[in-house]
């Protein structure tokens, strides 16, 4: 059974505090994914990764970085957390080119105070 | 740019039938369509590539027209199992043989007893 897995599902965090969201798959997939979801505004994607150490800003990168150092695990980080990043953030993966499926995570429901 | 999907919202009664629109001002290659329930992550439903292909996953089928780049997901015999909100993701090339979805803000199907 394929599987995406996100290391918190629940985070509450201050504002200017350094966020690091965890992803891991199971599915030896090349491509990964992070995307924050708003009421309202659909899922909005922020990175994605298509390889190890590679990386490719999405739609709304500003505020957020992420590593890739192991094919199997994506981390978004929040370099100074700002209110308006109160988000819930999920993590997908898929195969590498066209037609594949994206397999979600949980979510992180984030709350920054 | 964001696919726009209508109608944003639908209530029905076990049995009824629903279809969502999702439409681009771009070329489309290829739709996805995804649900997901309340709490829960998004889950693949299928993906269109070509133009007026149908494809169907139990009752739920979709179209893709790819000259008015529009594509349209028919709930028929809606089940209670059917509600959540229905996202529409568009997917565009990131170069060389790496893609991205942008997904429309969804649609919230409400299938009531």
């Known amino acids: 059974d394929v599987k995406v897995t996100q290391s918190s599902r629940y985070l509450v965090k201050r504002t200017g505090e350094k966020v690091f969201l965890e992803c891991v798959q199971d599915m030896d997939h090349e491509n990964m994914f992070w995307y924050r979801q708003d009421p309202g505004l659909g899922l909005r994607l922020i990175y994605f990764s298509y390889d190890v150490k590679m990386k490719e800003k999405g739609d709304i990168p500003e505020g957020y970085s992420v590593s890739r150092e192991k094919k199997e695990r994506f981390s978004l980080i929040l370099e100074s957390a700002s209110t308006n990043q109160t988000s819930m953030y999920l993590c997908?993966?898929?195969?590498?080119?066209?037609?594949?499926?994206?397999?979600f995570g949980p979510g992180t429901r984030l709350t920054v105070t | 740019q964001q696919p726009v999907q209508s109608p944003q919202a639908v209530i029905l009664r076990e049995g009824e039938d629903a279809v969502i629109n999702c439409s681009s001002s771009k070329a489309l290659y290829s739709v996805h369509w995804y649900r997901q329930k309340h709490g829960e992550a998004p889950v693949f439903l299928m993906i269109l590539l070509k133009g007026g292909e149908q494809k169907g996953h139990e009752k739920i089928s979709a179209s893709f027209n790819e000259k008015k780049q529009q594509s349209s997901l028919y709930l028929t015999a809606s089940q209670l199992s059917y509600s959540g909100t229905y996202f529409c993701g568009t997917e565009r090339s990131s170069g060389g043989s790496n893609y991205k979805l942008t997904f429309g803000k969804g649609t919230l199907l409400t299938v009531n007893p």
């Open positions: 997908a993966s898929s195969l590498v080119g066209r037609l594949h499926e994206q397999y």
